[in-house]
């Protein structure tokens, strides 16, 4: 299983960031996604899922509102549109299945400032 998430970068408080995530190794159209990310010095937390089906699943709290998730299973790709983003959001973004059991790829850093 590979998961390669891009996307990510710098932005100022109020930006936006659309993330992707593109799977390989895996029938990615029968597995519910999610998304995760890992605030410096904080443990890896769950944002948002989406079944294979494409029904999000619970936003976190903090996103809700904000972040909105989609998928293309013709594409194997996960995606993860981020809105009025804050301080807060910063930190590395995953993708993994929805209990977080494939091994981890390299995430996608954003960076907002205030």
């Known amino acids: 299983v590979q998961l390669q998430a891009s996307g990510g970068g710098l932005v100022q408080a109020g930006g936006s960031l659309r993330l992707s995530c593109a799977a390989s190794?895996?029938?990615?159209?029968?597995?519910?996604m999610g998304w995760f990310r890992q605030a410096p010095g904080k443990e890896r937390e769950y944002v948002v899922g989406?079944?294979?089906?494409?029904?999000?699943?619970n936003y976190a709290d903090s996103v809700k509102g904000r972040f909105t998730i989609s998928r293309d299973n013709a594409k194997n790709t996960v995606y993860l549109q981020m809105n009025n983003l804050k301080p807060e959001d910063t930190g590395v973004y995953y993708c993994?299945?929805?209990?977080?059991?494939?091994?981890w790829g390299q995430g996608t850093l954003v960076t907002v400032s205030s």
């Open positions: 993994n299945n929805l209990v977080g059991t494939f091994t």
């Open positions: 190794g895996i029938t990615f159209s029968a597995i519910n």
């Open positions: 989406m079944t294979r089906g494409g029904t999000p699943t």
